[in-house]
């Protein structure tokens, strides 16, 4: 360890963070690898070392003999200080070597507001921060991950984005890279190369021309280079990479769990969800993998709780199977099972009861909408019925805290439906008074609200995003209806919600927005310890851009948008017969009960989705 840095750790909080040395860490040696990657996470440890596809893809990347993939995690404010007060650069957990020596920085990034880390990071390395001043073939700058399924923002950034499902493509990217690297290619040959890799983008292959009013005319690819280029997915999931021995992290981090994939993809296609839609076509792993998987990882773990994940995990139809199996194992062990993303609609008291084996963790359903013609608007599939039958089974269960999500500003919503959010609460209560196995320990109904954004590849991606004075209103308006003491309601502040809206939305020109703020201090944006509202305004104007242009500007469904240069496999006809459907308040049937023909079973060689 660099002698430096055994002074300052004592000096921060958990340094535990930035030591490595974890179990479950993959060694390599320097002298036997010919490429060596950075696997960089724009955030906190505690966040990185809780994603379960940085665990999949750290395991993936270094099943290549000649890969050495190391992690790096952003630093809190105070390890940031004193690294930069004694000259230390960003390094590598693994080997403590800085960043600058290895070949390929690959970034994964899931959310927007970590736009300024990804720079702030290429900055503590000593790396350009744009790909147009890195003329060497390496060190080669990577993303991937949900953000970039609109990659504008950063595209001047990054030498290339991983579209979709890097289980297999990212591997590719690599042999390719190896064989630049051995062979001496210049970046403009490896870049042209690997943009012919189904899944990769390469931003500086596609000219963009811009309109009088702003917006993009055309999207013009180089020679050889794709119109649109097509996400990739993984078909086989039980066949994929699953880390049955992931790192055990040294210090406390968000989900300190085993992680359990059930399927990917979604059946029932609210229209606000980009993770819905971007995500398909859905595929199921198999339940007695799943289970041969929780059981080894919590063996080579020490885990005391397995979470089963997806975007809807009640929506797996083997569900209670799969409860019994690990169950089977885990109940004498005393491992929890956690059943996150359930539905209002289809809880049933036979999960129920298994779950609470173990522990007791509390329920968290999303309404989303607080009319049951709102619910019809953003095609939830969810009833009024369905939520109070829900907590009485859970109320009658022994439960006695229940957490209710909700969406304000969303697209048609009234006043009316703001107020049936706190009618609702007190029909909950009603419920609790009437069900409860035991009144003496008294109930808990938190109602909590964040504010809508408009995001791309959904069917709300034309939409306008409510300005954050109407956000507000709409807040005070449900405070002041939530009469009953029993209910807590809590509210997403609406300032990070219009720059994320707009960074969602934006075009190659918010580049400059971004950098502006790194370069007055932003980083950790995601972090309300970090994020200065103020800072982001002034960026937008020192660089001529009007911010409500990309966050509250409703669209014409014939606009050329920023990311329809990526093919995530959905048909753009089928996002606006779902807006349309919005506006007259129309479900659509779920996938398993009517197929919508989005279009993204053509990526599977059998055409068809699994059901």
Same mark, same amino acid.
């Given at each position: ?12 909080? /958990? ?9 479950? &860490? ?14 960089c996470f724009p955030d906190t440890y505690e966040i990185g070392m809780s994603n379960l596809g940085m665990s999949i893809l750290y395991q993936t990347m270094n099943s290549? !003999?000649?890969?050495?993939? $190391? ?14 007060? +004694? ?29 300024? *880390? ?46 979709? $499902?890097?289980?297999?493509? !990212? ?13 001496? #290619? ?5 870049? *042209? ?33 794709? &119109? ?115 539905? +209002?609609?289809?809880?049933?008291? $036979?999960?129920?009861?298994?779950? &609470? ?22 095609? /939830? ?5 369905d939520v109070l039958n829900t907590c009485a089974l859970a109320f009658s269960g022994g439960w006695n805290t229940v957490k209710l999500y909700y969406m304000l500003g ?44 408009? /995001?791309?590849?959904?069917?709300? &991606? ?7 004075? $109407? ?64 800072? #982001? ?12 242009f990309y966050a509250s500007r409703e669209r014409n469904v014939s606009e050329v948008l920023p990311w329809d240069v990526i093919d995530v496999g959905v048909r753009k ?5 779902? /807006? ?32």
């Amino acid at each position: 360890m660099d002698k430096r840095l055994k002074r300052i750790l004592p000096k921060v909080q /958990k340094p535990s963070r930035y030591t490595g040395g974890e179990y479950n &860490q993959i060694i390599k040696d320097k002298s036997s690898v010919d490429l060596r990657v950075a696997f960089c996470f724009p955030d906190t440890y505690e966040i990185g070392m809780s994603n379960l596809g940085m665990s999949i893809l750290y395991q993936t990347m270094n099943s290549l !003999d000649f890969v050495w993939c $190391e992690r790096v995690f952003a630093p809190w404010g105070d390890m940031y200080a004193e690294m930069k007060e +004694a000259g230390i650069p960003l390094y590598a957990l693994e080997s403590g070597d800085d960043v600058k020596e290895f070949d390929v920085l690959a970034f994964s990034i899931g959310y927007e507001m970590a736009y300024t *880390t990804v720079l702030d990071m290429l900055d503590m390395s000593g790396i350009p921060l744009r790909s147009e001043n890195r003329d060497d073939l390496l060190p080669v700058v990577v993303a991937g991950g949900s953000a970039c399924v609109n990659a504008e923002p950063m595209a001047p950034f990054i030498d290339m984005f991983l579209i979709g $499902e890097g289980e297999e493509m !990212d591997n590719e990217v690599l042999c390719l890279l190896h064989t630049a690297k051995l062979e001496g #290619w210049g970046k403009k040959q490896f870049l *042209t190369e690997a943009a012919k890799i189904q899944g990769v983008y390469v931003p500086s292959l596609y000219d963009v021309e811009y309109n009088g009013d702003g917006t993009v005319r055309t999207y013009t690819p180089h020679e050889g280079v794709p &119109q649109k280029v097509l996400k990739r997915i993984v078909e086989d999931l039980d066949s994929s990479p699953y880390p049955v021995n992931p790192i055990v992290p040294s210090t406390e981090v968000v989900h300190d769990r085993v992680s359990l994939e059930l399927f990917r993809g979604c059946v029932r296609g609210c229209r606000f969800c980009q993770a819905g839609y971007i995500y398909r076509p859905i595929r199921s792993k198999k339940p007695d993998t799943l289970i041969r998987q929780g059981i080894e990882a919590v063996q080579n773990t020490g885990h005391e709780e397995i979470s089963l994940l997806s975007l809807s995990t009640s929506d797996y139809r083997p569900l209670s199977y799969i409860c019994d199996g690990l169950l089977d194992y885990c109940e004498s062990r005393s491992v929890g099972l956690a059943l996150p993303s359930l539905r +209002a609609d289809n809880f049933s008291v $036979e999960i129920m009861e298994k779950i &609470q084996k173990v522990r007791k963790s509390g329920l968290t359903f999303a309404v989303e909408g607080g009319s049951q013609r709102l619910r019809d608007a953003i095609n /939830k599939n969810v009833t009024e019925e369905d939520v109070l039958n829900t907590c009485a089974l859970a109320f009658s269960g022994g439960w006695n805290t229940v957490k209710l999500y909700y969406m304000l500003g969303l697209p048609t919503e009234t006043d009316d439906d703001i107020v049936g959010i706190a009618e609702m609460s007190e029909k909950i209560l009603h419920c609790w008074r009437v069900n409860a196995k035991n009144k003496n320990r008294g109930v808990r109904i938190t109602v909590s609200t964040s504010c809508f954004i408009p /995001k791309p590849h959904s069917p709300f &991606q034309w939409e306008a995003q409510i300005s954050q004075e $109407e956000y507000l209103r709409r807040v005070n308006l449900l405070r002041s209806s939530i009469k009953a003491k029993n209910v807590v309601y809590n509210w997403h502040d609406a300032e990070t919600s219009v720059i994320e809206a707009a960074l969602s939305r934006g075009d190659r020109r918010m580049a400059d927005v971004i950098e502006e703020v790194f370069r007055s201090g932003g980083r950790l944006d995601a972090w309300t310890d970090y994020f200065r509202y103020e800072r #982001w305004n002034e960026a937008f104007r020192k660089c001529g851009l009007d911010r409500d242009f990309y966050a509250s500007r409703e669209r014409n469904v014939s606009e050329v948008l920023p990311w329809d240069v990526i093919d995530v496999g959905v048909r753009k006809s089928l996002l606006i017969r779902e /807006k349309e459907r919005a506006y007259r308040s129309e479900l659509s049937p779920d996938c398993r009960r009517n197929c919508s023909a989005c279009g993204a079973a053509a990526l599977l060689k059998g055409s068809k989705c699994d059901e």
